[in-house]
Protein backbone atom coordinates (compact mmCIF):
# COMPACT_ATOMS: atom_id res chain seq x y z
CA UNK A 1 0.00 0.00 0.00
CA UNK A 2 2.83 2.38 1.11
CA UNK A 3 4.58 1.43 -2.55
CA UNK A 4 1.19 1.84 -4.12
CA UNK A 5 1.06 5.53 -2.77
CA UNK A 6 4.48 6.56 -4.23
CA UNK A 7 4.04 5.48 -7.45
CA UNK A 8 0.47 6.58 -8.27
CA UNK A 9 -1.25 8.46 -5.07
CA UNK A 10 -3.87 6.22 -5.72
CA UNK A 11 -4.13 5.97 -1.48
CA UNK A 12 -4.87 9.82 -1.57
CA UNK A 13 -8.10 9.30 -4.46
CA UNK A 14 -9.52 6.56 -2.18
CA UNK A 15 -9.58 8.80 0.95
CA UNK A 16 -10.70 11.92 -1.21
CA UNK A 17 -13.91 9.31 -2.38
CA UNK A 18 -14.35 8.47 1.50
CA UNK A 19 -14.80 11.55 2.53
CA UNK A 20 -17.93 12.30 0.29
CA UNK A 21 -18.93 8.66 0.81
CA UNK A 22 -19.61 8.76 4.25
CA UNK A 23 -21.98 12.13 4.52
CA UNK A 24 -23.49 10.38 1.46
CA UNK A 25 -23.95 7.36 3.34
CA UNK A 26 -25.70 8.89 6.38
CA UNK A 27 -28.41 10.57 4.15
CA UNK A 28 -29.24 7.45 3.02
CA UNK A 29 -29.59 5.56 6.12
CA UNK A 30 -31.21 8.84 7.51
CA UNK A 31 -34.18 8.12 4.51
CA UNK A 32 -34.35 4.38 5.07
CA UNK A 33 -35.19 5.91 8.58
CA UNK A 34 -37.78 7.80 7.53
CA UNK A 35 -39.45 5.18 5.54
CA UNK A 36 -39.26 2.43 8.11
CA UNK A 37 -41.09 4.94 10.86
CA UNK A 38 -37.75 6.00 12.42
CA UNK A 39 -37.82 9.68 11.62
CA UNK A 40 -36.14 11.38 14.50
CA UNK A 41 -33.18 9.38 14.22
CA UNK A 42 -33.68 9.44 10.05
CA UNK A 43 -33.99 13.43 10.42
CA UNK A 44 -30.84 13.53 12.54
CA UNK A 45 -29.07 11.17 10.15
CA UNK A 46 -29.98 13.68 7.16
CA UNK A 47 -28.79 16.74 8.85
CA UNK A 48 -25.66 15.64 9.82
CA UNK A 49 -24.95 14.06 6.41
CA UNK A 50 -25.82 16.81 4.89
CA UNK A 51 -23.86 19.48 6.88
CA UNK A 52 -20.88 17.65 6.54
CA UNK A 53 -21.33 17.55 2.64
CA UNK A 54 -22.28 20.97 2.65
CA UNK A 55 -18.77 22.03 4.45
CA UNK A 56 -17.20 19.52 1.88
CA UNK A 57 -18.67 20.81 -1.07
CA UNK A 58 -17.56 24.24 0.51
CA UNK A 59 -15.53 25.11 -2.23
CA UNK A 60 -17.69 24.05 -5.22
CA UNK A 61 -20.73 26.16 -4.28
CA UNK A 62 -18.27 29.04 -3.26
CA UNK A 63 -16.97 29.25 -7.18
CA UNK A 64 -20.64 28.27 -8.75
CA UNK A 65 -22.02 31.32 -6.24
CA UNK A 66 -19.03 33.64 -7.87
CA UNK A 67 -19.93 32.18 -11.42
CA UNK A 68 -23.85 33.29 -11.02
CA UNK A 69 -22.34 36.64 -9.96
CA UNK A 70 -20.71 37.29 -12.97
CA UNK A 71 -23.26 35.82 -15.28
CA UNK A 72 -25.68 38.33 -13.19
CA UNK A 73 -23.72 41.33 -13.51
CA UNK A 74 -22.98 41.10 -17.31
CA UNK A 75 -26.71 40.95 -18.06
CA UNK A 76 -27.35 43.84 -16.10
CA UNK A 77 -24.46 45.84 -18.20
CA UNK A 78 -26.12 44.27 -21.14
CA UNK A 79 -29.74 45.66 -20.59
CA UNK A 80 -28.50 48.81 -19.73
CA UNK A 81 -26.76 49.41 -22.61
CA UNK A 82 -29.42 48.03 -24.87
CA UNK A 83 -32.18 50.10 -22.94
Known amino acids: MILLNKLTGLHH ?7 FLFPLAMIGLGYVGIKNGKSAIGWILILLGGLILIGKLSGVIA ?21
Open 13 to 19: FGHYIMG
Open 63 to 83: ILIAIGLIVYGFSLFRKRQIG
